[in-house]
């Protein structure tokens, strides 16, 4: 059985070799993009038989990196019992085209589901272009630097030593200031970036910096996989013009003679979702993008060619409809309402930028083209309007799936909640062969009696929540068994189902 230790730095050494050794194109898996991102996805390490394999959460579930060393198929094998024995559902992260033809083609990862979200594809730049900049289409960059010249002179780049520490510090503090509405990810960047600092020469990266009269006024750190340099940290003070072109073309000639060779690539990772570094990455001439695509295997939504409507006695479950995006923004930005629901928009670490009646319905369509959800919009009649969501996710291997049912505040307390929890939860049984599962807060009481009243053992505790699991001899009604579960007829199908704005 795999064994996966957490991560740590000595870890994150060891597997180096492997990491190297890597062909993909990913910024993603390198010394750097691990340490960048290992806070808070409870990244984890494993090598059997001298073959590599990393484990991370995204969402509520780990995904798995695809494997690197000497017995990958047997590594596949060693994975697939490990999810079976560990309850645990089988997907891949940060897969690139590539790689996604080698699953798309092997018989034991069928059925399957991918999707890509773009704000994470890198950018990929042709090495000697980014050295010289020659011709028109680099005119603009040409024209940054020489301006930054005449007003400073000509570019101080080198290599960071370790008395620059308290200079970079002082740069650091200087940009900081500069950027106190960070989001997120940006803010986990920044510290991060503070931390790798400390250890970059450690795990074979290169930092290196722009001075003007003797204060740092821009850093780079990046790394070498195969014939690619791969950037991992760009950052500059603004008000000296011209900055970003000028340390971004110095650091790389400064690894082109560092190096002794010409590199082939350079990899300037992902734009995040955020409009203005997507124009800054584009006006810089990418010769292609690097697509990262999460892979589930064996999901129960690969069952459905068309996503049905389910008719009940006053309670219809159907597919989302673009009519639906005003009424499920509202459902998914009432903190109050979500308290038990688990969900807090203002903390989602995935809502980058404004949010409009896309956001939310945009995420819905993403998972189920995924296949981590089956979501259904619950309703009073079939053209009815949206009352509230019911949801299957939380797949695993093995085959259970977690119930989940919200509605508005003022369709509580009517017993549509009920309803549409056991029309969902006969669906799972009865049409995709699931074992269903459920929980709730422990201070949720109305949750709790409802998910025993359909038929639900508690078989579980924690500090957070109850847990639940279908009673194998709990029978429907004969008139629910007749009437409620009836699949009236299928809608959309899964791979038709289109993402529309801002996001992908």
């Known amino acids: 059985m795999l064994r996966f230790e957490p991560f740590s730095f000595d870890a994150l050494k060891r597997v180096l070799p492997y990491i190297k050794s890597n062909t993909s194109l990913n910024s993603d898996i390198s010394a750097g993009g691990i340490f960048m991102w290992q806070e808070g996805y409870d990244v984890q390490f494993c090598v059997w038989n001298d073959t590599f394999i990393m484990r991370e959460n995204i969402g509520e579930q780990p995904a798995f990196s695809w494997p690197v060393g000497a017995d990958v198929d047997g590594m596949i094998n060693e994975l697939i019992e490990y999810v079976r024995a560990n309850n ?32 994470w ?8 272009e980014a050295r010289t900049f020659k011709g028109n289409k680099y005119k603009g960059q040409r024209n940054h630097i020489n301006k930054f010249k005449r007003l400073y002179g000509e570019p101080i780049i080198r290599f960071l030593n370790k008395d620059d520490m308290p200079k970079i510090r002082a740069f650091l503090d200087e940009y900081q200031k500069s950027h106190k509405d960070a989001e997120y990810f940006e803010k986990l960047e920044f510290e991060q970036t503070r931390k790798l600092l400390e250890i970059y020469s450690d795990l074979g990266l290169y930092a290196a910096c722009l001075e003007i009269d003797g204060d740092i006024a821009a850093f780079t750190i990046g790394e070498v996989v195969n014939d690619m340099l791969i950037i991992h940290i760009e950052k500059a003070l603004t008000k000296y013009d011209g900055v970003y072109p000028t340390m971004y073309n110095g650091f790389v000639n400064l690894i082109c003679e560092h190096s002794g060779r010409p590199l082939n690539l350079i990899n300037r990772e992902d734009d995040s979702g955020d409009e203005g570094l997507r124009i800054s990455k584009m006006q810089y001439h990418p010769v292609g993008r690097v697509n990262k695509y999460l892979v589930h295997i064996n999901s129960p939504a690969s069952k459905l060619d068309k996503i049905p409507v389910i008719d009940s006695k006053g309670i219809v479950l159907t597919e989302f409809r673009e009519s639906d995006k005003k009424a499920y923004l509202e ?8 308290r038990y629901w688990g969900y807090d928009y203002s903390q989602d670490e995935d809502i980058l930028g404004k949010i409009d009646e896309n956001t939310f319905y945009d995420f819905t369509m993403q998972d189920m083209r995924a296949g981590d959800s089956i979501n259904f919009v619950v309703r009073e009649s079939v053209f009815g309007e949206m009352i509230g ?9 093995g085959g259970s799936a977690e119930i989940g049912c919200r509605l508005f505040p ?11 929890f056991k029309v969902l939860t006969d669906f799972a049984e009865k049409t995709l062969n699931l074992k269903p599962v459920a929980r709730c807060y422990i201070e949720n009481t109305v949750s709790y009696r409802m998910i ?8 579980g505790k924690d500090n ?3 847990y639940f699991k279908r009673n194998t001899d709990y029978r429907i009604s004969k008139e629910l068994f007749d009437d409620a579960s009836e699949v ?17």
């Open 88 to 119: 645990l559902a089988l997907r891949f992260c940060e897969i690139d085209d590539n790689t996604l033809k080698i699953i798309s083609t092997d018989l034991r990862l069928k059925p399957m589901m991918s999707e890509c979200d773009e704000r």
């Open 121 to 128: 594809s890198d950018y990929i730049y042709s090495f000697e």
């Open 331 to 338: 459902l998914n930005t009432d903190i109050y309402n979500n």
């Open 389 to 397: 969501e019911a949801i299957l996710w939380n797949f695993t291997y």
């Open 410 to 420: 003022s369709f509580q307390g009517k017993g549509l909640g009920k309803a549409a």
């Open 452 to 459: 025993k009243a359909c038929g639900f053992d508690e078989c």
């Open 464 to 466: 957070k929540y109850f």
């Open 488 to 504: 009236v007829h299928d809608r959309v199908k899964l791979s038709e189902i289109k993402s529309i704005g801002a996001k992908k």
